[in-house]
């Protein structure tokens, strides 16, 4: 079965320090990936998408990344962190070939101080 | 630009009351639409997928509707309990390219023992 791993859980970092949130998915090949942002009182924001191994795409311009270097492995970065970065972040999959459900990850809650 | 609308924003209701969630979207031309329970802190849990040639789908308790003309969608829980306390959120697929989902903004559901 299929599987979505999400870490850290919780992350707390200082403004100008660097991030990086690793996603992985397990038992299934060329996975649509997404990183998705929930801010407080605010709905889901997609930040990033990705089709393929080094095929991203941003929704939205920000301070922060995205890199999928292995198949199954999605990852959100920022060199230097902002307050406004402070969120809930959410890894997602989904298999393109049949369209099915969207699975998300644990998520992680990330607090810029 | 797909825009979706989850209404009421809120509801508190007694336990064992049968009651409807609204989502509404703005583009008709959906592949799919699926509905998400998500825990105070917590990821998200997907609960019902319905794809656009489909009416409705049930799962236990739960009956979500879709009327894709109209672009809309109901979720509704029977016999509501304490457990089912959580924030409903509703996600539409529009099916092009990378398959990303436009979220509502949620129901925050209580139900009062």
């Known amino acids: 079965s299929q599987t979505i791993h999400q870490w850290p859980a919780t992350l707390v970092q200082p403004v100008g320090s660097p991030l990086s949130l690793e996603c992985t998915v397990e038992?299934?090949?060329?996975?649509?990936l997404y990183w998705y942002r929930q801010a407080a009182g605010r709905g889901l924001q997609l930040l990033f998408y990705?089709?393929?191994?080094?095929?991203i795409s941003s929704e939205v311009p920000q301070n922060l990344s995205a890199s999928r270097p292995q198949d199954r492995q999605f990852i959100l970065s920022s060199k230097k962190l902002l307050l406004s970065d402070s969120g809930f972040y959410l890894c997602?999959?989904?298999?393109?070939?049949?369209?099915?459900?969207?699975?998300f990850g644990s998520g992680t809650r990330l607090t810029v101080v | 630009k797909q825009e979706v609308t989850q209404i009421p924003a809120a509801l508190s209701v007694p336990e064992g009351e049968n009651l409807v969630l609204n989502c509404s979207f703005t583009d008709s031309a959906i592949y799919n639409l699926q509905w998400f329970r998500q825990d105070p802190g917590k990821g998200l849990t997907s609960l019902l997928l319905?794809?656009?040639?489909?009416r409705e789908q049930t799962s236990g308790r739960l009956n979500a509707s879709l009327d894709k003309s109209s672009g809309r969608s109901t979720l509704y829980i029977a016999a509501s309990q304490p457990g089912d306390s959580a924030t409903y959120l509703c996600?539409?697929?529009?099916?092009?390219?990378?398959?990303?989902?436009?979220f509502g903004q949620g129901t925050r559901l209580t139900i009062n023992p």
């Open positions: 996600a539409v697929n529009s099916g092009k390219g990378a398959q990303k989902l436009v």
């Open positions: 319905i794809q656009s040639s489909q």
């Open positions: 997602a999959w989904r298999d393109p070939s049949t369209g099915g459900h969207c699975t």
């Open positions: 038992g299934t090949s060329n996975p649509n």
């Open positions: 990705s089709i393929g191994i080094d095929q």
